[in-house]
């Protein structure tokens, strides 16, 4: 079964450090690869996607995410983090079962930033 | 364009009380989702749709039943709500190129619901 997993759940940080949030997927499949954030309150956004070509990917408010197919991963990064990166985010993969596609979710990471 | 609108926004339910969600889109998209959001879980898929007329079960499809008799709207409901059903409920649209590609998903603002 495809399954997706995220081995930070807490995250702290201080503004200005890097971050790196790890992500696993599991599936055997051509892979469509997504991480979406959720701020406080608000529902998800897409912050960057993966469907093929160029393993590094770059997003929205300077983050930006690396495929490695052989580790079966996609990790996001951001150089230098801001206190308005508190959120929590999320890592998918595209499940094409029964004839359709549907995301599966990581559990999520909690990310807070302090100033 | 609204995207994707929910409501309510919130709701307190008894034990063994009844309530429609509502989701509308307004992209003209072909699927529709519904999920629940538990900490420390995740999104769950509860229910789907690929197009008008047509339901399947997602991962947890238990105590909930949805329908999409339109195009833009995608309601779920909740026969004899349990405590066990107290989440955040989250809707999303999406659609395929012509190719089959999958694009992402557009997620709406969500329904926090408690059950007592």
């Known amino acids: 079964a495809q399954s997706v997993s995220q081995h930070n759940h807490h995250v702290i940080l201080s503004e200005a450090a890097s971050l790196e949030l790890g992500c696993n997927y599991s599936?055997?499949?051509?892979?469509?690869l997504f991480w979406y954030v959720q701020y406080p309150g608000q529902h998800l956004q897409l912050l960057l996607k993966?469907?093929?070509?160029?393993?590094l990917v770059k997003g929205i408010k300077g983050f930006e995410a690396e495929f490695i197919k052989s580790k079966f991963s996609f990790n996001l990064r951001k150089p230098s983090v801001q206190w308005s990166d508190t959120a929590e985010y999320f890592c998918a993969v595209n499940s094409f079962s029964g004839g359709y596609n549907k995301l599966i979710f990581g559990a999520g990471t909690r990310l807070a930033v302090h100033p | 364009n609204a995207g994707v609108t929910q409501t309510p926004k919130f709701r307190v339910l008894k034990t063994g009380q009844s309530m429609t969600l509502l989701c509308a889109q307004d992209?003209?998209?072909?699927?529709m989702y519904w999920y629940r959001q538990d900490p420390g879980m995740g999104l769950r898929l509860i229910h789907y749709s690929v197009g008008e007329g047509t339901t399947a079960k997602g991962e947890v499809p238990d105590g909930y039943n949805v329908s999409r008799l339109k195009k833009q709207n995608f309601l779920l409901g909740l026969e004899s709500a349990a405590p066990s059903q107290t989440s955040v409920y989250f809707c999303?649209?999406?659609?395929?190129?012509?190719?089959?590609?999958?694009?992402?998903?557009?997620f709406g603002p969500g329904t926090r619901l408690t059950v007592l």
């Open positions: 992209m003209n998209h072909e699927y």
């Open positions: 599936y055997g499949g051509t892979v469509n």
């Open positions: 993966y469907f093929s070509g160029d393993p």
């Open positions: 999303a649209s999406s659609y395929s190129t012509s190719s089959g590609r999958f694009i992402e998903q557009f």
